[in-house]
């Protein structure tokens, strides 16, 4: 009864619960207040000051920007005739993406188009470098019957496409290649070194030659356009587009017509011809032989196929021009004679008794002249015009190593010429500090004596060579070679390049320029001239000339006929020349390997050049 009175006089405070339920009334409020505050500030803010991030977000999300290829610049020869075009072909396109199984995919393929098992390994090589959702080309120029058979069963086969594109074609085929080079889809590296800007993973990119060298004046400018798309990602219409801009045209220097004489000339020969214009160094004619088709490279090779030619004896690949690498022989021996004579070693006067051999002091090994029996008395014209080995190996010994160096360099050997093409090499002028730094051993008299013909360390490319006779045909003036004759642009305006010369050769005693060009007109128009029989008669302009042979093995005896080696082991027959004389039109150089007819090959491309195509009548030659 106690307990049940205790708890009926308990009384409510009804004044405290509503002071406690309005303070719990306030903190929520401030709570809220806050909070909405909060989000008040983060919208003024994002509105304010994110406005244009979030709207570009915003528009990703059905906008795309899809690049536009520009179409790449062609390429000519100094006539106007196509050396590179781009051709409209149909390629059959796969999109990863949109396809559950590939390989059920190119088996229904093949029901209705051809695909070889090559055309699959470029595929798979090829699906690397492209995005899923990119069209990854699996067959190259189909015909129209296959288009229009794929179009009837295309709803077998989603995901595969047919498009057009412009693809690269070479119509000279193997007789441009080594200058012109070819194209191939840009590889990871090539991408990843290039401006993202300019390039897509499924573009090509110059691979070689002209190609290579002037990609970004050939490549153009993406354009882009701006395509509202649906939910299923399919273009619904087009917003904005910026046009691409097309790549610059490149002109070559070279005449496509000089360039096929030369290659027939060559037969089936291995060796390289290339021919200049001295006054400018404008290149005529490029001709490695043997060569190769650039066109199977616009698609992409199977690895078999590449290590097919990259293993070629015939080394169709090598550019001999700028990367082979050969003694001179006896094409170096004028050089020898105008540092001999411009530094007072010898004289016009100097005569020397050639018995066919030579000898250093104190030494019992004996060098041979290539003449069995010598050729007698002779100076430095004779020894010029009949390329005599004795005075050669004197005219060394007498200058030294050191001198012999310093000339040669002074006339671009053992550096690179600076022609427009990549991978040239340098060639090799050997020094006692070379041979120490790369072979580990002192230098010997016997070294100087080898070098004094042209053999042993001393190594050219034919481009230095060229360069070389041209700085003779000057008589001093020391052009750049180049490829390039102009570019013109998209609107048609002609651009025209500047190659500054090099530096010219400059001699005490100009005189000798004279002195060494008559001794080269008699290496033809003299009787006993190393090519008086082989360069022909009858020739109505004056030209200079120098010949060599070049041992590709150390014979048993010096006088082995080359017919009695087998036939990669004989000698490289070299041939230097310029005409005419007096104003030099021309300069060659010919390597034939293995086989001596540079001589009538330089006939042949003269004739043409000067008689044919610029008309030139009645020059007589100068009496040496």
Same mark, same amino acid.
């Given at each position: 009864?106690?307990?049940?009175?205790?708890?009926?006089?308990?009384?409510?405070?009804?004044?405290?619960?509503?002071?406690?339920?309005?303070?719990?009334?306030?903190?929520?409020?401030?709570?809220?207040?806050?909070?909405?505050?909060?989000?008040?500030?983060?919208?003024?803010?994002?509105?304010?000051?994110?406005?244009?991030?979030?709207?570009?977000?915003?528009?990703?999300?059905?906008?795309?920007?899809?690049?536009?290829?520009?179409?790449?610049?062609?390429?000519?020869?100094?006539?106007?005739?196509?050396?590179?075009?781009?051709?409209?072909?149909?390629?059959?396109?796969?999109?990863?993406?949109?396809?559950?199984?590939?390989?059920?995919?190119?088996?229904?393929?093949?029901?209705?188009?051809?695909?070889?098992?090559?055309?699959?390994?470029?595929?798979?090589?090829?699906?690397?470098?492209?995005?899923?959702?990119?069209?990854?080309?699996?067959?190259?120029?189909?015909?129209?019957?296959?288009?229009?058979?794929?179009?009837?069963?295309?709803?077998?086969?989603?995901?595969?496409?047919?498009?057009?594109?412009?693809?690269?074609?070479?119509?000279?085929?193997?007789?441009?290649?080594?200058?012109?080079?070819?194209?191939?889809?840009?590889?990871?590296?090539?991408?990843?070194?290039?401006?993202?800007?300019?390039?897509?993973?499924?573009?090509?990119?110059?691979?070689?030659?002209?190609?290579?060298?002037?990609?970004?004046?050939?490549?153009?400018?993406?354009?882009?356009?701006?395509?509202?798309?649906?939910?299923?990602?399919?273009?619904?219409?087009?917003?904005?587009?910026?046009?691409?801009?097309?790549?610059?045209?490149?002109?070559?220097?070279?005449?496509?017509?000089?360039?096929?004489?030369?290659?027939?000339?060559?037969?089936?020969?291995?060796?390289?011809?290339?021919?200049?214009?001295?006054?400018?160094?404008?290149?005529?004619? @490029?001709? &490695?032989?043997?060569?190769? +088709?650039? *066109?199977?490279?616009?698609? %992409?090779? $199977? /690895?078999?196929?590449?290590?097919?030619?990259?293993?070629?004896?015939?080394?169709?690949?090598?550019?001999?021009?700028?990367?082979?690498?050969?003694?001179?022989?006896?094409?170096?021996?004028?050089?020898?004679?105008?540092?001999?004579?411009?530094?007072?070693?010898?004289?016009?006067?100097?005569?020397?008794?050639?018995?066919?051999?030579?000898?250093?002091?104190?030494?019992?090994?004996?060098?041979?002249?290539?003449?069995?029996?010598?050729?007698?008395?002779?100076?430095?014209?004779?020894?010029?015009?009949?390329?005599?080995?004795?005075?050669?190996?004197?005219?060394?010994?007498?200058?030294?190593?050191?001198?012999?160096?310093?000339?040669?360099?002074?006339?671009? @050997?053992? &550096?690179?010429?600076?022609? +427009?093409? *990549?991978?040239?090499?340098? %060639?090799? $002028? /050997?020094?006692?500090?070379?041979?120490?730094?790369?072979?580990?051993?002192?230098?010997?008299?016997?070294?100087?004596?080898?070098?004094?013909?042209?053999?042993?360390?001393?190594?050219?490319?034919?481009?230095?060579?060229?360069?070389?006779?041209?700085?003779?045909?000057?008589?001093?003036?020391?052009?750049?070679?180049?490829?390039?004759?102009?570019?013109?642009?998209?609107?048609?305006?002609?651009?025209?390049?500047?190659?500054?010369?090099?530096?010219?050769?400059?001699?005490?005693?100009?005189?000798?320029?004279?002195?060494?060009?008559?001794?080269?007109?008699?290496?033809?128009?003299?009787?006993?001239?190393?090519?008086?029989?082989?360069?022909?008669?009858?020739?109505?302009?004056?030209?200079?000339?120098?010949?060599?042979?070049?041992?590709?093995?150390?014979?048993?005896?010096?006088?082995?006929?080359?017919?009695?080696?087998?036939?990669?082991?004989?000698?490289?027959?070299?041939?230097?020349?310029?005409?005419?004389?007096?104003?030099?039109?021309?300069?060659?150089?010919?390597?034939?390997?293995?086989?001596?007819?540079?001589?009538?090959?330089?006939?042949?491309?003269?004739?043409?050049?000067?008689?044919?195509?610029?008309?030139?009548?009645?020059?007589?030659?100068?009496?040496?």
């Amino acid at each position: 009864m106690m307990e049940f009175r205790k708890k009926e006089l308990r009384i409510k405070n009804h004044i405290r619960e509503n002071q406690l339920f309005r303070s719990r009334l306030w903190v929520t409020a401030v709570i809220t207040i806050g909070l909405f505050s909060i989000l008040c500030i983060r919208l003024f803010y994002l509105q304010l000051f994110n406005h244009e991030h979030y709207t570009t977000l915003s528009q990703k999300n059905i906008l795309s920007l899809i690049p536009i290829p520009p179409n790449r610049g062609l390429i000519y020869d100094r006539h106007g005739v196509i050396l590179a075009d781009n051709t409209p072909v149909f390629n059959l396109t796969v999109m990863p993406n949109r396809i559950k199984n590939l390989d059920d995919t190119i088996h229904t393929i093949r029901k209705y188009i051809a695909i070889s098992n090559d055309d699959i390994k470029i595929f798979n090589q090829n699906l690397s470098r492209y995005h899923s959702f990119d069209h990854v080309p699996l067959r190259y120029k189909l015909t129209e019957e296959e288009v229009a058979r794929f179009y009837v069963n295309q709803y077998q086969l989603p995901g595969v496409s047919v498009r057009a594109e412009l693809m690269r074609y070479y119509p000279q085929g193997p007789l441009m290649a080594h200058a012109v080079g070819y194209v191939g889809r840009i590889s990871p590296q090539e991408l990843k070194d290039s401006p993202s800007s300019r390039y897509l993973p499924s573009d090509y990119y110059g691979k070689n030659g002209i190609e290579k060298y002037y990609e970004p004046a050939l490549r153009g400018e993406l354009g882009t356009k701006i395509v509202e798309t649906n939910a299923r990602g399919k273009m619904v219409r087009l917003l904005d587009r910026v046009l691409p801009q097309s790549g610059n045209d490149v002109y070559l220097t070279i005449d496509v017509k000089l360039q096929a004489l030369a290659y027939d000339a060559l037969g089936e020969e291995s060796g390289a011809v290339i021919a200049m214009n001295p006054q400018n160094g404008q290149i005529l004619a @490029f001709v &490695s032989k043997p060569s190769f +088709d650039p *066109n199977i490279f616009v698609t %992409g090779l $199977v /690895p078999e196929l590449y290590h097919e030619l990259f293993t070629s004896p015939s080394h169709p690949l090598y550019n001999r021009i700028i990367q082979g690498q050969f003694p001179s022989a006896s094409t170096i021996k004028p050089f020898y004679a105008l540092l001999g004579l411009d530094r007072g070693v010898i004289t016009t006067q100097t005569s020397l008794y050639d018995p066919g051999w030579f000898k250093l002091p104190n030494s019992a090994h004996v060098y041979h002249d290539w003449k069995k029996g010598g050729h007698g008395t002779v100076d430095v014209f004779k020894a010029i015009m009949m390329s005599c080995d004795i005075f050669f190996y004197t005219l060394a010994v007498k200058s030294g190593i050191e001198v012999m160096h310093a000339g040669l360099t002074k006339f671009g @050997f053992g &550096s690179p010429t600076g022609i +427009d093409l *990549n991978g040239e090499l340098s %060639g090799n $002028v /050997p020094s006692p500090e070379w041979k120490m730094k790369v072979h580990h051993q002192p230098w010997f008299p016997g070294d100087t004596v080898n070098a004094g013909i042209g053999q042993g360390y001393i190594l050219v490319t034919p481009l230095q060579l060229l360069n070389g006779v041209s700085t003779i045909a000057n008589r001093g003036i020391h052009p750049r070679p180049h490829l390039l004759l102009k570019f013109k642009d998209s609107h048609h305006q002609v651009i025209r390049p500047q190659f500054e010369s090099s530096s010219p050769v400059v001699l005490d005693h100009p005189e000798v320029w004279e002195t060494v060009i008559q001794a080269m007109q008699a290496v033809i128009k003299n009787e006993g001239g190393t090519a008086y029989w082989t360069f022909g008669r009858n020739f109505p302009y004056t030209i200079a000339a120098k010949t060599g042979t070049a041992q590709v093995i150390r014979k048993k005896d010096d006088h082995t006929p080359n017919s009695a080696i087998p036939k990669e082991f004989r000698d490289n027959d070299l041939f230097i020349t310029f005409a005419p004389v007096e104003k030099p039109q021309i300069a060659l150089m010919i390597i034939v390997e293995h086989t001596h007819k540079s001589a009538s090959i330089a006939r042949k491309i003269i004739d043409y050049y000067l008689l044919e195509e610029h008309h030139l009548k009645n020059t007589t030659e100068t009496k040496p």
